[in-house]
C-alpha cells in the first residue's frame, strides 16, 4: 500500500489550528490592558498574513485549477460553494490573489508580512488595475507602475482602505504629475459618461399614506442634494434641555444633541424642501405651472373635520391642510357650502419678506415652549386665522419651527400663549 506523503503546508495549517485551541482554552481574567491592546494589535498581523496565506493558495488553485476536482466552472465558484462564502466574495478574493501574486510583487511581500490588511490589498491591487487600463496621454509605464505600488503599500502604514482608494485614483499626481492630471480627465470624463447612464428615479405607493423611491444621480448632485438637506436639518442642532425641579432653561453647557438620527433629520428635511419649493422656478405644466393646489371646504379651514383633496387626487388631514393654508407656495382653493371658489390663496394673506425679517429680529427662531430652532428652519404662522378675520401682520404673527407649524394646525393639540409669548401645545385628552 502506497503511503501518501502530506505537504509540509499542511502541517502548518493543523499546528495553526491546535495553537487556536490551546487560545480559546486560555482564561482573559488576569489580561491587563496594555497586554490586551498587544494582544490585539497582534492577532490582527496574524490575521493579515494568514489571509495573505490563503490569497498565495487561491492563486495557486486558479494555477492547478482545483475546481477540476467538482466540475465546477472555475476556481471562484468552487471555493464559494467549498467555504460558503458568496459567489461575487469568491470571485473578488481570486482575481486580487491572481493579481498580488502574478504582477505585484511589493503588495504580495507587504500581505506576507502582515503589514496590510485584505481589504487594503484588494483596493491596492484594483487601483493598480484601473492604472494599467489607461489610454492615451494617460498611458502608464512599467517603472510608473512599480512606483505607484511601492507608494500605495507605504501609504498603507497609515490609511485605512477607505482613504487609500482616494490615493489610489491620485496616486500618480505623487509618482506620475505630468501623466496624472491627464489620467485623471480621463477618468473623470468616463466616470461622468457612465453616471449619466445610470440615472434613475422610481417612487410607487404603498395605499397607506406613504410613497416609497430609489433613485441613482451623478456624485455632484448627490452632494448638492446632501447640501440642501443638511442646509434644513443640520446634524449640529442643539434642544434645551429644562430643569425639572425649578423649570427654569437649562445653560449652555447643558445643552444635548438633536436625538433624532441623522436618517430621521434629513427625511423631514427632504419634505420641507418640497414644500419650499417655489412654483417660479419650475417649469410650466400645462400653462399653470407646477403649483400644488389644496382643495378644501370652508368649515376645514375653521377647524372642521372634514378632509382636503389635492389636485393631484390625494387626500390629506384637515389639519395637514390648515398648515399648508399658511404656505405661500401651496394655493389652497377654499370653498362655501355650495361649492363656489371663495379664495385661491391672494398674495397678500402671505406675510412678505420685510415682515418675515422682522419676526427673526424679534423672535430669534421658533416661538414654541423649549424649542430652539432657528429662523431659517421656522415658516411664518398667523396667531388669528385669515379665515376668521384676521390679517397678515407683525404682531399677530410668529415664526413656528415645521414640526410645531404641524402641531399649530392639528385639532388633536390644545394651543395656549404663555406670559412670555411663547406657545404651549398640549394633546387633548
Not at 69 to 84: D, E, K, L
Not at 345 to 368: E, K, N, V, Y
Request: aromatic content about 4%; proline content about 4%; some cysteine.
Amino acid at each position: 500500500m502506497t503511503e501518501t506523503t502530506l505537504h509540509p503546508l499542511a502541517g502548518v495549517v493543523a499546528r495553526l489550528d491546535e495553537d487556536l485551541d490551546d487560545g480559546f482554552e486560555l482564561g482573559l481574567l488576569t489580561l491587563g490592558p496594555a497586554e490586551t491592546g498587544t494582544a490585539l494589535v497582534e492577532l490582527e498581523r496574524a490575521a493579515n498574513r494568514l489571509a495573505a496565506l490563503q490569497s498565495r493558495l487561491l492563486a495557486h488553485a486558479s494555477e492547478v485549477r482545483v475546481e477540476d476536482q467538482t466540475g465546477a466552472p472555475s476556481t471562484a465558484v468552487w471555493f464559494a460553494n467549498a467555504t460558503r462564502v458568496s459567489r461575487a466574495e469568491a470571485h473578488r478574493r481570486v482575481r486580487t490573489a491572481v493579481a498580488a501574486e502574478e504582477q505585484y510583487a511589493a503588495l504580495a511581500a507587504a500581505g506576507s508580512s502582515g503589514a496590510v490588511s485584505p481589504s487594503q490589498t484588494e483596493v491596492i491591487a484594483r487601483a493598480l488595475d484601473d492604472l494599467k487600463a489607461g489610454s492615451g496621454q494617460a498611458e502608464v509605464d512599467a517603472d510608473v507602475l512599480v512606483q505607484a505600488e511601492q507608494a500605495l503599500v507605504g501609504f498603507a502604514a497609515s490609511h485605512d482602505a477607505k482613504a487609500l482608494r482616494l490615493l489610489g485614483r491620485r496616486i500618480l499626481d505623487i509618482v506620475a504629475p505630468a501623466v496624472g492630471e491627464a489620467r485623471e480627465a480621463e477618468l473623470l470624463a468616463q466616470e461622468e459618461r457612465d453616471a449619466a447612464a445610470k440615472i434613475r428615479l422610481t417612487m410607487r405607493e404603498d395605499g397607506q399614506g406613504c410613497v416609497h423611491g430609489r433613485f441613482t444621480v451623478p456624485e455632484m448632485h448627490g452632494a448638492m442634494f446632501a447640501k440642501m438637506l443638511d442646509a434644513i436639518a443640520s446634524p449640529r442642532r442643539h434642544h434645551l434641555r429644562r430643569d425639572e425641579a425649578t423649570d427654569d432653561a437649562a445653560d449652555a453647557s447643558e445643552r444635548v444633541a438633536d436625538p433624532r438620527p441623522s436618517w430621521e433629520r434629513r427625511g423631514q428635511a427632504f419634505l420641507e424642501l418640497i414644500e419650499r419649493m417655489r412654483d417660479v422656478d419650475l417649469p410650466d405644466a400645462a400653462g399653470a405651472g407646477a403649483t400644488v393646489v389644496v382643495t378644501m371646504q370652508v368649515d376645514t379651514l375653521t377647524g372642521g373635520l372634514a378632509a382636503a383633496s389635492l389636485d393631484t387626487g390625494h387626500r390629506i388631514s384637515p389639519g395637514e391642510a390648515r398648515r399648508l393654508a399658511c404656505n405661500a407656495d401651496l394655493v389652497p382653493a377654499v370653498l362655501g357650502t355650495r361649492s363656489e371658489v371663495l379664495d385661491l390663496g391672494r398674495a397678500s394673506r402671505f406675510h412678505s419678506r420685510p415682515q418675515r425679517i422682522a419676526m427673526i429680529l424679534r423672535d430669534g427662531g421658533c416661538t414654541a415652549e423649549d424649542c430652539d430652532a432657528p429662523p431659517h428652519w421656522c415658516e411664518a404662522h398667523h396667531d388669528d386665522p385669515w379665515s376668521r378675520g384676521g390679517g397678515t401682520s407683525v404682531t399677530r404673527g410668529r415664526l413656528l419651527c415645521w414640526r410645531h407649524h404641524r402641531v399649530a394646525h392639528d385639532p388633536t393639540y390644545l394651543t395656549e400663549t404663555l406670559g412670555t409669548g411663547k406657545l404651549r401645545f398640549t394633546r387633548r385628552v
